[in-house]
């Protein structure tokens, strides 16, 4: 009777750990999946792949699938436009103060002085 427990043990123990590694190997593909990355396809194949060259692949699987967000795409281009863009706004205003500093100073200059405390 022990033979058998220890058996539908030893089934029960392989079962679980052959699910475990197949519901690891596709954390990358639902990271993917859920921030819609447009190459989810393609990790969920390397994914499998990965399951058969002794999970080699996997961590550049990780890596590609969390390099993606959908606020940013992949992050480095639109953050270096961002900046250009902030430079050129800074730029913008730096020469509207310019130009409102020299029309004031135009406006002063003609005019008419304002009467003194004693003058009248």
Do not use: C, N
Not at 6 to 22: E, W
Not at 52 to 72: D, G, K
Not at 95 to 106: C, F, G, P, Q, Y
């Amino acid at each position: 009777m022990l033979s058998y427990i220890a058996l539908g043990l030893l089934i029960f123990v392989a079962l679980v750990l052959f699910y475990g590694i197949i519901a690891v190997h596709d954390i990358p593909y639902l990271i993917a999946k859920r921030r819609d990355h447009p190459h989810q396809d393609a990790i969920h194949i390397a994914g499998w792949v990965s399951l058969f060259t002794l999970h080699v692949l996997w961590p550049f699987l990780w890596i590609w699938a969390t390099l993606y967000r959908p606020e940013r795409g992949w992050g480095f281009r639109q953050l270096q436009d961002a900046q250009l863009r902030e430079q050129l706004e800074l730029e913008r205003l730096r020469d509207d103060l310019e130009r409102m500093r020299a029309r004031v100073a135009v406006l002063e200059a003609s005019a008419p002085a304002p009467p003194r405390d004693g003058e009248a």
